[in-house]
């Protein structure tokens, strides 16, 4: 079983993907892994990148975060995607040892040790802004107040800066990249319009306008699976149709729901 599934890959037998084609809307590293264990589910995984990220268009207020950062000048930063890890590493970024890091989940929390930080803080229940937020005074002891740096994409919503400001820390809030569109081949959109794609994962917001600007409307018959309740409601809330969501937010979790979601469409 991959980690964060729910339940094993099926061996032997038939497996609840077959037949099934799965647009992933992300390539790389990340797209590699879904797209193997699609396969292994015995589905034909369509790998379709539909976001791709861009330099911050302030790169100077970027660069001089960073250097504050390195200077110890925040008790803590905080890091919300692995994409600000990627920026953190491609600027030789410095973290002292007295500056904590918080990681909105675990999948950013991996990205950081891969790159060679740590992750001081990880929300143990909601992988998420308003989950950070939560317990984060469990977290520094109630501390107030502290020197904050938050990173953040430029579409991201503010949550987690008016949430720390509201708690009374002096939090600086810079955008570390820009997440772009990418319009898909033609076939894909085709194939998604004839019914030819089975299932299309949704993996962020971003995602999800990209789906219902390029892909929509997207036919009934398709499954649209969400990774995770966030996810979910920043889709439908673009009138983009949610079918299933992963219980965890992790792609293996995601697949396996789409698997299950298979097999009880097989059953009836």
């Known amino acids: 079983m991959t980690a964060g599934s729910t ?11 077959a037949g099934w084609r799965v647009l992933v809307p992300r390539g790389g590293p990340w797209g590699d892994s879904v797209a193997a264990d699609i396969r292994a589910y015995g589905g034909t995984p369509v790998v379709a990148p539909m976001i791709n990220f861009a330099p911050t268009s302030d790169e100077e207020a970027l660069v001089q975060a960073l250097r504050a950062l390195a200077a110890g000048e925040f008790d803590w930063v905080t890091i919300t995607s692995a994409t600000t890890v990627d920026v953190l590493a491609a600027h030789q970024a410095r973290i002292p040892a007295n500056t904590r890091i918080a990681a909105v989940g675990e999948t950013t929390a991996a990205a950081l040790l891969a790159a060679g930080f ?4 990880v929300p143990a229940d909601d992988s998420s802004a308003t989950g950070l937020l939560e317990e984060w005074p469990q977290a520094t002891r109630g501390l107030v107040p502290l020197r904050v740096l938050t990173l953040r994409s430029e579409i991201a919503k503010t949550t987690l800066t008016d949430g720390l400001s509201a708690l009374g820390h002096d939090v600086q809030s810079v955008v570390a990249y820009r997440t772009i569109g990418i319009p898909v081949a033609e076939n894909v959109v085709a194939d998604v319009a004839s019914g030819r794609i089975s299932v299309i994962l949704v993996t962020s917001g971003s995602v999800a306008e990209q789906v219902q600007e390029q892909l929509g409307p997207v ?14 409601r920043d889709a439908r809330a673009i009138g983009l149709r949610v079918d ?25």
């Open 118 to 121: 740590r992750a001081d803080f």
């Open 219 to 232: 036919p009934d018959a398709t499954l649209v699976a969400a990774i995770g309740p966030r996810t979910a």
């Open 7 to 17: 339940g094993p890959i099926p061996t032997q037998g038939p497996k609840p993907l």
């Open 244 to 268: 299933a969501v992963a219980a965890d937010r992790t792609a293996e979790s995601l697949v396996d729901t789409v698997a299950r979601a298979a097999e009880r469409r097989a059953a009836s």
